[in-house]
């Protein structure tokens, strides 16, 4: 079991000669060219063998992300959140519906770990502000999930406290703009996407300069799909490659979920966000995605541009608003649809073969057995 930081990965889309979309690309074409966010992983494996529920074997782990490396809830930054379909559990989507703010660092895990993370998340949040629920208000803990039981011992709910500090502490010290790892750690360690690897992707997109200049960057859990669903940059590939183990059950099977995180340095405030989290199907269905029955879509996306104290000393305060939506939402829109488009297959091109309990596998894209 370790923290995953700096380990190589394999080559993403773009190594593979593969370009989505016209708009360019930040630096490290990752959620965090936006400015302050950073990403912190711990992958947990462990054992081999037939499932031993409660014990293992174990192929899971958590991701957390940061808009800023500060204290979040005494610096809340403007945010929204969207759902694509609701067969999923995420936590604290509510109060950010309502509030507009984000005041959590955003943890991603798998299903039966949701409450545990968000206790941890809690814990951190009190060692930072020991006032919560004493002299102010209480804390709004932010954690999405997917389902990785194919290949994870998912009731042994193996993500602890410790594991979601290590993730944060990773995140904390981590500089800025720092490249992101991808596919199977993190979150994305036991997930599974069009019936191959899937796990965590990323990718960032930055407007014209006549709109803003601004950078927008997504980061996924990709857990979703069937092969002969998948699409590559328009190229029905699905209906040509299907890994040879799947059975024919599964192949036909319904897949879910996938959370999607969107952060951008733009200043919106929480409708225009919501606006670009309403984009993000479009971005799916370019891989393929007909967001099933059963599967969780979630999006939650965040503003780097303000940050919110949590105890004004003004009723008021002078901050930038983005007042022509029509010159930039329309650049971000497109921005939102290429990031997302790409960030999913970035989860496949980058994952490596996993197997997991009773000999269940999942395949990197591209490789059969």
């Known amino acids: 079991m370790n923290t995953e930081q700096s380990r190589s990965q394999r080559p993403r889309l773009r190594q593979a000669g593969v370009v989505i979309g016209s708009l360019p690309t930040g630096p490290q074409n990752a959620i965090t060219d936006v400015t302050g966010v950073r990403v912190g992983h711990t992958t947990l494996i462990a054992g081999d063998g037939p499932l031993q529920p409660g014990i293992g074997p174990v192929r899971t782990g958590v991701t957390v992300i940061l808009p800023h490396a500060g204290n979040l809830y005494s610096e809340k930054v403007r945010a929204a959140v969207h759902r694509i379909n609701g067969f999923g559990k995420a936590c604290g989507f509510e109060e950010v519906r309502e509030l507009g703010v984000l005041e959590s660092p955003i943890a991603l895990t798998n299903t039966l770990n949701v409450w545990r993370v968000a206790d941890a998340l809690v814990d951190d949040a009190l060692a930072q502000n020991p006032d919560i629920g004493i002299r102010t208000s209480t804390f709004n803990p932010v954690v999405g999930e997917c389902n990785d039981g194919f290949l994870n011992d998912i009731q042994g709910r193996h993500v602890s406290a410790a594991d979601v500090h290590a993730a944060l502490a990773a995140a904390r010290q981590s500089e800025v703009g720092a490249p992101v790892r991808e596919g199977s750690v993190g979150a994305g360690t036991g997930t599974s996407c069009f019936g191959w690897k899937g796990g965590i992707g990323t990718a960032s997109r930055v407007i014209p300069a006549q709109a803003g200049g601004w950078t927008l960057g997504a980061l996924v859990q990709s857990n979703f799909g069937r092969a002969d669903q998948l699409v590559v940059n ?136």
């Open 234 to 369: 328009g190229d029905a590939v699905g209906q040509r490659l299907r890994p040879d183990h799947l059975a024919a059950k599964e192949a036909d099977a319904e897949k879910g979920s996938i959370m999607i995180v969107l952060a951008t340095d733009a200043p919106l405030e929480s409708r225009q966000l919501q606006r670009l989290c309403g984009r993000v199907a479009a971005g799916l269905a370019r891989t393929g995605s007909t967001i099933g029955h059963g599967s969780g879509d979630f999006v939650i996306a965040f503003s780097t541009a303000t940050r919110i104290p949590h105890e004004p000393t003004t009723l008021t305060h002078s901050e930038v608003v983005l007042v022509d939506e029509g010159r930039v939402l329309s650049f971000l829109f497109d921005a939102v649809v290429e990031a997302v488009e790409e960030a999913v297959l970035n989860s496949l091109y980058t994952a490596t073969t996993v197997t997991g309990r009773d000999g269940n596998r999942r395949v990197k894209f591209g490789e059969n057995e």
